[in-house]
């Protein structure tokens, strides 16, 4: 048998350099966790100073490490006025996620006077959603501890200065005024200083007795219930210290809201007395409509069995011979969506012209000034109504008198002519009783308004019901003192035409001056008959045609 010819075999120094290689790399792994060049879940957030931060610091969470600080770098935000702020880089294990998009963090020192800092995070609700890789938490979401020296730096001299002047002055003020006794009239003549105070504690015990017991007891069912729930009472407390943290960031606009806030309540306190006010009517009505939102239950169970009908009649089996009824209404159907445009259009434009001129117009008043004896009491619908029963019972009450209406129709001794309103009408004239003193309505003050057929009613311009003044009184001449020559109109031309055909001169002249008295009533009459006969039915049929003396 023949041996086989040995393999060329590794030094013994390769094995032991690899060996220790591989010992190295272990103990790496081992004591950081993580491998060299895999950064893991990382997060960044900005504070308003780095302080004493630096790389691998710790990051913990309920103190305990979940990571470290792998960067802080100084950041100059995009903004003109924006100070430069410190961005901090963290990388955090399994151990410390999720991390929530609430969560805030804080830089704290690890212990009392060494000024190592480590971050503590707080994770956030778990209602919020986990950040991704690479997240960067703002401004409003972290704080920065208080140092010593910033502690101290706050009692500085001037200050300790002010601070020893307000004690001595104090004291001294004690002191001569006797100690105690100083101290009891101090507080003797503090009432302007306590008076707030004594406000705010009577405003406290409530408005009724017991409403500082409820108020307490309240509270106490309140603390009981977030008792019950940590869970709860956890995600309040750091969403509570959100806001507050949300808050303190904006220190500036709050002190400007809480100084404008008097104003805004003093502005407020009519609007919360009218809603106070509201709220009886409001329970009012509450109280009126549980009764029937108590039988709307009833209703509806009445009302199931015919919606379950309804779907029976428009379901499928039921959907083609509902079908079959409906087609020949169909074409009316259509025929009327044709002209419901023009029917719509006529609607639109009959609401337009109610709604601008007709309901504008009947809501107005008959207006005039000081002069007009019968303002107008009511708007033009409700006038217009009450003329309308006036008139429809003008003649249906009555007495052993009569109708309580009546007409007198008679005449005077007052002659009236009466210019023509419109042109090409004929004089009118009259006699009356007494005198007319004007027209109320004045003529020009009754003008109708235009009417534009060219323009749709409800751009037409509504009637004017203003009155005007007392319009003047038409020509009038006395009967009693007037000659024929003084009488107004075509009544004077006929008086005066009747005063020739009895001319008594021609008449007495046809007598003889020596002539009897019978001769001369012969004359007259004979006069007066030929007048009569000939001349007045032309004069009676001119005045009919002129006027009603």
Known sequence: MRNRPDKK???NEVIGLGLIVLCLVGGFLALTKRIPWDHGYQVKALFSSAQNIR????????GIKVGEVTGVRRVIPDSP???????VTMRIDDAGRPLHADATMKLRPRLFLEGNLFVDVTPGTPSSPEVANG???PLTQTATSVQLDQVLTTLQAPVRSDLQVLLREFGSALADNGGAAGLHQFYASSGAAFKPTAVVAEALQGTAPGDLSGTVNGLDRIFRGLGRNEAQLRDLVTNFSVVAGALASHDDALRRGIGALPGVIQSGRPALAALNAAL???RALAREITPGLRKASPAIRHATPFMHQVRGLVSQPELRGLISDARPVVPDLAALSAGADRLLTGVGALGGCFNNVVIPWA????????SYPFPANAPVYKQTGYGLSGVAGESRSGDANGQYVRAFVGTGTNAVASQPALAGAAEQFGTLAAPILGSV??????AKTPYRPDVPCETQQPPDLNAGGVGPAPTQTPLSTASAADLPGALGSNVRDLRSALDLGAATGAAGSGAAPRA?????????????????PRLAKQIRAEGTP
């Not at 790389?55 to 309920?62: E, G, L």
């Not at 006025?81 to 961005?87: G, K, R």
């Not at 001369?520 to 007045?536: E, F, G, M, P």
Request: no cysteine; aromatic share 6%.
């Open 520 to 536: 001369v009533r012969k004359v007259l009459q004979a006069t007066l008959l030929d007048y009569l006969k000939r001349d007045w």
């Open 135 to 137: 997240h960067e938490y």
């Open 280 to 282: 009886p009517q409001t």
């Open 9 to 11: 075999r590794i030094p």
């Open 55 to 62: 790389p691998h610091a710790q990051v913990r969470i309920a």
């Open 363 to 370: 809501n107005d008043k008959v207006s005039a000034d000081a």
């Open 441 to 446: 309505p004045a003529i020009n003050s009754s």
């Open 81 to 87: 006025d924006a100070v430069p702020v410190a961005e």
